[in-house]
């Protein structure tokens, strides 16, 4: 899971892994997180993010703060998702993630999103073939959980925090009965 850093890294680079959190949801942001690991980190991480638990997702953050020589988030809101497209909306967070790095990096590693403004090796499945990818997609995750998390209690009729806005049968239900709220995509398709 470091053979493409390993590459990067006997060449005396840093990388910055960098993926997202909630492209598939019908509600709420999407986000994107950067991570910089020191050179020569050994793999850490058992599973990518879809393959954890809550916990074991809580957990792996915690290790990545303790590790990371950075970590950057960026946020973009369903507002701005419905204005420009959520592939633009992506990489506009994950451009604000590699911003709120404030820490120099050579290369970008994204799982599939070509960030054509940045050296960047855009891998498919980047998050199960690099260590600091998998470690962006555990946080952008973790974080995107905690922002529906307070989502589902600003809004608790919507249930939130127990689907995440993704488009579960219960939460198409919930749409059905009462409509979208203020959080919700309106330039997805919300009725099948």
């Known amino acids: 899971m470091t053979g493409f850093e390993e590459r990067f890294w006997r060449e005396g680079l840093l990388v910055a892994g960098v993926d997202e959190a909630g492209r598939g949801p019908l509600a709420g942001p999407v986000v994107a997180a950067a991570v910089i690991l020191p050179p020569g980190t050994e793999p850490f991480l058992r599973s990518d993010s879809k393959d954890m638990t809550p916990e074991e997702r809580e957990e792996a953050f915690e ?101 995440k806005g993704y488009p579960t049968p219960e939460h198409r239900r919930i749409l059905k009965n009462i409509g979208p709220s203020d959080i919700h995509r309106r330039s997805f398709k919300l009725f099948p």
């Open 63 to 163: 290790e990545i703060r303790r590790r990371a020589l950075a970590i950057g988030t960026g946020v973009v809101d369903s507002s701005l998702i419905d204005r420009v497209n959520i592939l633009r909306a992506t990489k506009i967070a994950m451009r604000r993630a590699l911003e709120d790095l404030h820490h120099e990096f050579d290369v970008v590693i994204t799982d599939y999103v070509l960030l054509e403004d940045h050296n960047c090796l855009a891998l498919t499945k980047g998050d199960q073939k690099s260590i600091s990818c998998a470690c962006a997609s555990v946080v952008a995750k973790v974080l995107r959980d905690r922002i529906m998390e307070v989502f589902g209690k600003v809004y608790p009729e919507y249930g939130f925090e127990k689907h």
